[in-house]
T-cell receptor, first 114, second 115 residues
Framework: GQQLNQSPQSMFIQEGEDVSMNCTSSSIFNTWLWYKQDPGEGPVLLIALYKAGELTSNGRLTAQFGITRKDSFLNISASIPSDVGIYFCAGHAYSGAGSYQLTFGKGTKLSVIP | DAGVIQSPRHEVTEMGQEVTLRCKPISGHDYLFWYRQTMMRGLELLIYFNNNVPIDDSGMPEDRFSAKMPNASFSTLKIQPSEPRDSAVYFC?????????????FGPGTRLTVT
């Protein structure tokens, strides 16, 4: 099945810095999603991308659907302590009518140093 | 609007016991997904339903696991008998077949510990 390679696995940054993380696949995806998971909670949907080249923002977060349709990027500007958590990418690859399964990356653990 | 509701939030049980996890999807959503999350394997899809019908259960680890969705607002995941290797966080998620149909919304999870 499809696999998503998410990098980096973890990162430590200073408060106020910008953050970049990415997700790549060997397969073409038609949808990319970015989630954030806080400790003890379920993943929360941050951004959904549906078109190659699409750039979408949600506050300080910006995500892009790569033009090759095999990658996606998430940027966080001016990080704050509450940005701490694990960020997951997820993708949907068309595999037949009615297929609604997502493939998830392993996550990027973000730590923010005040 | 209420999100996905899961119960219990924590479950501790002894090996061999039956465990039942419960989920109420977001009202109006017609897809329901059960996932398991562990440090080693990340998020794994176990099974998903469309309009209460199981569509793909290929992720269910073995016959000890079963899932049902008797109506649009309730689903259960049962493990019988439970084993220590079943210890994980189990998530339920739901989505709506329409614009944004791949956007899955997760519940808070049930942390299962089997001793």
């Amino acid at each position: 099945g499809q696999q998503l390679n998410q990098s980096p696995q973890s990162m430590f940054i200073q408060e106020g810095e910008d953050v970049s993380m990415n997700c790549t696949s060997s397969s073409i995806f038609n949808t990319w999603l970015w989630y954030k998971q806080d400790p003890g909670e379920g993943p929360v949907l941050l951004i959904a991308l549906y078109k190659a080249g699409e750039l979408t923002s949600n506050g300080r977060l910006t995500a892009q659907f790569g033009i090759t349709r095999k990658d996606s990027f998430l940027n966080i500007s001016a990080s704050i302590p509450s940005d701490v958590g694990i960020y997951f990418c997820a993708g949907h690859a068309y595999s037949g009518a009615g297929s609604y399964q997502l493939t998830f990356g392993k996550g990027t653990k973000l730590s923010v140093i005040p | 609007d209420a999100g996905v509701i899961q119960s219990p939030r924590h479950e501790v049980t002894e090996m061999g016991q039956e465990v039942t996890l419960r989920c109420k999807p977001i009202s109006g959503h017609d897809y329901l997904f059960w996932y398991r999350q562990t440090m080693m394997r990340g998020l794994e899809l176990l099974i998903y339903f469309n309009n209460n019908v199981p569509i793909d259960d290929s992720g269910m680890p073995e016959d000890r696991f079963s899932a049902k969705m008797p109506n649009a607002s309730f689903s259960t995941l049962k493990i019988q008998p439970s084993e220590p290797r079943d210890s994980a966080v189990y998530f339920c998620a739901s989505s709506f077949k329409g614009v944004g149909r791949y956007e899955q919304y997760f519940g808070p999870g049930t942390r299962l510990t089997v001793t």
